[in-house]
Structures are given as C-alpha cells and as structure tokens.
C-alpha cells in the first residue's frame, strides 16, 4: 500500500476565474503533522478545499487517499469525506442537541445502525479528546476549547486516513490553543496524518513540525528555524 496520503502535481487552484495557487507540487505521507500557513488571502483554504472536494480541481493532477480529484464526481464527494475529518475554526455544532447527539447524527448520516456500536464509538472519541463526561451537555454549555475538542472527536467518528483542520485554533485563546493542539498532537501520535492551516506562529515554533507555506501564489515547503 502507498505511504502517500495526498499527491498534488502541477496543480493550480482557481477561485471563479481568479489564479489563487499555481504550481503546486508536494505530498504529504501517512502519518506526518504538517502546518499550512500563509497571510490573509493567500489560499489556505481554497487549497484545503481542494482537497475535500469543495473546490473542483481543474488544473494539474491530485491524490487524496485513494481519490482522483480530477476525476471527482458529485456522487463521489461523500465517500472522499468518510475518508477524511474536517475541523474548521468555528465548531459547526448542532445547537438543538447534545454533544452525544451531535456525534450520533454524524454516525446515522454516514450509515451507522447499531445502537451499541454508535454508542461505543461516541465514547471512545470523546475518550480520546478528554470530553468523555461531557456528553449530555449542549453546545452552549462548552467553553470554545471545549466545542472545538468535541468537533475534533467528530473527525475522528469515522477512522478518517487524514485530518483537515482549517484554522482549528483560530477563535481559541493562546492558553486554549495548546490545550487544543496538545489533542491534535496526540492523536498524530496514535498515527494519524494531519494536515493544519494557521496563522498562529506560536503554535508553530511550540510545536515544530514540517510547514508548507502559501505566498506569491505559491505552495512551499519552509524550514523551520529553531528557537
Ligand atoms: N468563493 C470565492 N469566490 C471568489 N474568490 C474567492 C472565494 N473564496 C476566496 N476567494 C479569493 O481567493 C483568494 C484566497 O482566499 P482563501 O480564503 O483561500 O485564503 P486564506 O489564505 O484561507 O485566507 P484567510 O486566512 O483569510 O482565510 C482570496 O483572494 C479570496 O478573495
């Protein structure tokens, strides 16, 4: 099996008929951290919505998991996200219903059935983001580093091969921030790829890892100086 989670070659990314990234060559392998970071406006997101399926790619060739985003399809996108565990910086909680009934929507959506079975996995997500009391508490109650690690563990429902974490510390403050990337980093360890748009340089000299920057309508990766 390939150890190449996401292969883009000779892609550029439009927004309409608008040039936002051209030239991007790069992977990203199973079970790296990287950072994606970029000023305003430079195109962290529409290259994370590339890769989820919610900007169609046009130009160049790509790979994400096991699919070819050229030969994307509508009816495709669904099972390219099962695939995948999206975070963006606004948490996207249902607010008419717990955190357990939350989670519970997503398994139903994506074809869960067995009751105990949802119930197990609902448990152990939020095990792994240390929310495991907190299930029958409506988004409302949570702090936003709360809600955030809740979306997290509604990533994970699903085994996703890649994380995609757009700004995922974005509405966070830098105390919360850690406590948030301290779960993303350990659910890296436990061997998962993610791939994390920032522009939060304090995260990236508190926890170093490879980063790929957007600018000049380019993609590259940069080095890290050290502290
Ligand atoms: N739906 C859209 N239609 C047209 N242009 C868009 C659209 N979304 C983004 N753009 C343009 O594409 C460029 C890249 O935007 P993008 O949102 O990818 O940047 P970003 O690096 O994620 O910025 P931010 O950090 O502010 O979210 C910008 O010039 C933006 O104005």
Known sequence: MSNTIVELR??????????????INL??????????????????SSFMKTLYGDLPLTQGSGMVTDFDLRALKERDIPFLRRKLGIVFQDFNLLP??????????????TGWKDKEEMAAKIEEVLGRVGMKTK???FPHQLS??????VAIARALLNDPELILADEPTGNLDPQTSVEVMKVLQEI???GRTILMA??????L???????????????????????
């Open 10 to 23: 000779d892609v550029a990314i439009y927004q309409r008929e608008n040039l936002v990234l051209s030239e």
């Open 144 to 149: 936003g580093g709360e809600q955030q690690r």
């Open 198 to 203: 920032t522009h939060d340089y304090a995260l």
């Open 205 to 227: 000299l508190k926890f170093p890892s490879k980063t790929l920057k957007c600018d000049g309508s380019k993609v590259f990766e940069v080095v890290q100086k050290s502290v």
């Open 27 to 44: 992977s990203v392998n199973k079970g790296e951290f990287v950072y994606l970071i970029g000023k305003t406006g430079s195109g962290k």
């Open 135 to 137: 299930g029958f508490k």
């Open 188 to 190: 890296n360890r436990n």
């Open 96 to 109: 008419d219903r717990t955190i357990n009934d939350n989670l519970l929507f997503v398994l139903k959506a």
